[in-house]
C-alpha cells in the first residue's frame, strides 16, 4: 500500500494531509478501527496528548492501532504524537510506549512557549530545515534500540527507531517536505512530488 493514515481526533490534521498531498501521497483520515487496513504508515499529529490519549481509548482505536503496529505498520509522531509514543513521561503514566525514550512534557517553560529554529539534519535532507516549536517536549533520555536524528543542547529534538519516528517540533507546519519525504521513505513509499510542490514553495 502506498497510504499513510493521520490520526483524525484532535490537533494539527490537516496540515499534515496538505504534506502528504504535495508529495504524491494519498493521505487518510483515521477515526475508526477499520481506518488502519491498508495504510502503512500513521501520522500521530501534535495537540494535546492527554486528550489524544483520552480520545483514542473512547474511540476503541487503541488496540487497533497496536494490532497494526504488530504487523509492521511505521508510525510517526509529532509533538504531543511524540509524547503518546515514549515509554516513559515525566511525572505521568506512559501511553502507547512504543519507542524506548523517556520525554517531559512542556519543558520549555512559558517565556520560551514557541519559537522556531532552522537545523541540518543530513540523514533528513541536504538542506537546512526550518523547525517549530509550540509547547514542546524533551526527549531527555533514549535506549540503545534508538537513533538520534537531532540534538540540540541538552536534550533531543527528533530521533527513531525501525518502526517509529518522533519529532517534537512540527514539520507540517512550515513549507518544508523534508520530514514527510523522509516518513514516506521509511513507510517503503517514493513520493512523487506532484505539481502543487513545486508551483512555489522555498523548501522542498
Ligand atoms: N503541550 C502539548 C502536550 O503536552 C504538546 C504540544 C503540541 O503538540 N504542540 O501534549
Known amino acids: 500500500t502506498n497510504r499513510i493514515g493521520v490520526l ?16 504524491g501521497i494519498t493521505g487518510i483520515r483515521v477515526k475508526e478501527p477499520i481506518d488502519f487496513e491498508g495504510i502503512a504508515g500513521l501520522i500521530l499529529p501534535g495537540g494535546e496528548s492527554t486528550c489524544l490519549s483520552r480520545l483514542m481509548r473512547m474511540f476503541d482505536l487503541e488496540r487497533a492501532l497496536l494490532d497494526a503496529f504488530q504487523r509492521g505498520m511505521k508510525i510517526w509522531g509529532t509533538c504531543a504524537g511524540a509524547i503518546l ?6 511525572g505521568e503514566k506512559p501511553h502507547l510506549g512504543l519507542i524506548d525514550m523517556d520525554i517531559e512534557r512542556n519543558s520549555f517553560g512559558s517565556q520560551l512557549d514557541s519559537f522556531s529554529i532552522e537545523a541540518s539534519i543530513p540523514e533528513v535532507s541536504p538542506d537546512p530545515i526550518p523547525l517549530t516549536f509550540i509547547r514542546a517536549p524533551k526527549i531527555f533520555r533514549v535506549g540503545s534500540t534508538v537513533r538520534v536524528l537531532l540534538k540540540f543542547q541538552d536534550y533531543i529534538a527528533a530521533a527513531e527507531n525501525d518502526q517509529v519516528l518522533v519529532t517534537v517540533f512540527h514539520p507540517e507546519l512550515t513549507p518544508c517536505l523534508a520530514f514527510h519525504r523522509y ?6 513509499i517514493s513520493p512523487s512530488e506532484n505539481r502543487v510542490a513545486k508551483a512555489g514553495h522555498l523548501w522542498n
Open 8 to 23: 483524525d481526533l484532535q490537533g494539527g490534521v490537516c496540515e499534515h494531509l496538505d504534506h502528504l498531498e504535495r508529495l
Open 85 to 90: 509514543l515514549a515509554t516513559g513521561v515525566l
Open 183 to 188: 516518513f514516506a521513505l521509511k513507510c517503503g
